[in-house]
């Protein structure tokens, strides 16, 4: 069904073909018979997918990967296409608009996508009234929430642990687990947060808060492909040192290197991350070198690049507890997710 759409869909531009598709799937996800048709089509009936990660029970191991519904608008629509878990955000304390259109491109030669975004969401205070009446109906399909938390491109880095204590605060009841973002290429000086001094700072004053809850909830870092072993090494001696649930490997790149995609149509493009097919290789070596460096119960997410069981599978045998995808569904449409769930 998806070949026959994907052709009308590359027609349009990549933000508007988003906006056209989840208004089509949420519109089929309000109504009980089309919603069981959606499940009936897209969610898998194997037995035995659940897993125990984090401390919480995931229906499967699938999730959806951060930037795709950064509102929480879509989470029963994308539930329905038999995702374990959905991650929202990036959010930021206030709302931004994200930087000038056009600001993602499709790479169709390579599978891949170039964005530069810049967390545009409509800030805090909508997400949460969104996700406190989500929980109030109760999450569908028992779909677990994670929360994508940034920083707000007017706030300066010295300033920005408060915008992530502020996201961390207002979002603790509605998410089952965090996520640090400081690796997106699309907010000036972000990735200087991923430096070991402000990095360490940041993910301990997180933890003091966390642990002075009552029932303090799993917190992750997601860290970028483009790291040296030697960053590797000390994002590996940081999560430890901070008593981190885990790490998400990885963002987008910024490297360009290996695309079939010609280097006017790049150049013409311009900045960005790339995610896709070509961030498969560096994403699961990360992934690998990492399995090798964390105790094994600090919990590794693998994406980039999964459009198949077969990359799928990958990022598990190089040690990953957990996927998401993005970028996939772009290419491979909505039975992805069924397709690698029946592949386990």
Known sequence: MYSFFKPLLFLLSPEKAHKITVFFLDLAAEFPP???????????????????????????AIGLAAGFDKDAKHIHGMACLGFGFIEVGTVTPLPQSGNPLPRLFRLPADNALINRMGFNNEGLDALVGRLKKLRQKGAPNGVLI???????????????????LICFEALFPWVDYFVVNVSSPNTPNLRDLQEKEPLTRLL???????KAKSAPKPILLKIAPDLTDTQLDDIADIIQA???????????????????????????IGNGGLSGAPLRVRATEVIRYLRT????DIVIIGVG???????????????????????????????????????F
């Open 34 to 60: 089309t919603r069981w048709l959606l499940r009936r089509f897209f969610c898998s009936s194997k037995s035995g997918l659940e897993k125990n990660v984090l401390g919480l029970r995931f229906p499967n």
């Open 146 to 164: 994670g929360g994508n938390i940034g920083k707000n491109k007017a706030t300066p880095n010295e300033q920005a642990e408060q915008d992530y």
């Open 204 to 210: 301990l004053l997180l933890q003091e808060k966390n």
């Open 242 to 268: 901070t008593g981190l649930a885990g790490v998400i490997a990885t963002n987008t790149t910024i490297g360009r290197g290996g695309l079939a995609t010609t280097a006017n149509t790049l150049e013409n």
């Open 293 to 296: 460096k964390l105790s094994p």
């Open 305 to 343: 690049g999964i459009d198949s069981p077969a990359s799928a599978q990958e990022k598990i045998a190089a040690g990953a507890d957990l996927i998401q995808i993005y970028s996939g569904l772009v290419y491979e449409g909505p039975g992805l997710v069924r397709r690698i769930l029946e592949s």
